[in-house]
């Protein structure tokens, strides 16, 4: 990529691209090689690119050339690496807790047409409780043998990530600083503090909440203009 700017713009002002799922990866790589990139937000694009007759990459290519040679565009601000990281990491822990839940809630399931119930337990306490109910000639021990062991194995590593959630939270010190917040956790002040990443590419606490989905309550009446 850097190879075919320099051939074909070795004078580029400013480099623009479209936001897209490779979108943080080419910016940083851009970026480490001292071009001036610019990422674009796509919906901001493809509403000044609908508006030509043909659709070609080539057209859109040079399209967007002339949104980034005008100033006519939004950049959108791209998340650091550490971030992006620790939103992988966060990311994959969900996945494990979801599938170790989902194979929990199938193997209650599966025993409870047996007729076989026991309290609510998690990890090795519920594993111990589906053997000792099955014992070792149930006839769905060699349906539920292996899904305890995928059970054991997800178990498993989730700790790890739970052990990397707690050392990268104790490290930073306004994820720290969120956790003092009554009922926020280490999994949620991370999620939030990495989801913003910089808090200085927001103008207002306002805008916060808007990029995060959440719409404010609001109570208009004459005069009267609140919002909560």
Known sequence: MTDLLNKHAPHAE????????????????????????VCIDVRHAH?????RMNKSDQNDA?????????????????KSEESQKIRAILVARSRLVSMHRDIENQVRSLIKECGLLFPRAIGQQFRNQVSELLGVDHLLLSVISPLLSIHENVCQQQ???DHEVRRLAKLDDTTRRLMTVPGVGVVTA????????????????S???????????????????TNG
């Open 47 to 51: 509403a000044a690119l609908s508006v």
């Open 159 to 161: 700790g790890k990530f």
């Open 207 to 225: 805008t916060v909440g808007a990029y995060l989905g959440l719409t404010p309550r609001r109570s208009q009446s004459g005069e009267t203009d």
């Open 62 to 78: 040079r399209g967007l050339a002339e949104l980034v040679r005008l100033g006519w565009y939004r950049e959108v601000k791209v």
């Open 14 to 37: 400013r480099i623009g691209f479209e936001t897209g799922a490779m979108a943080s990866w080419l910016w940083h790589e851009l970026r480490r090689v001292e071009l001036p990139v």
């Open 190 to 205: 991370l999620t939030f503090r990495h989801t913003i990443d910089d808090p200085s590419r927001f103008r207002s606490a």
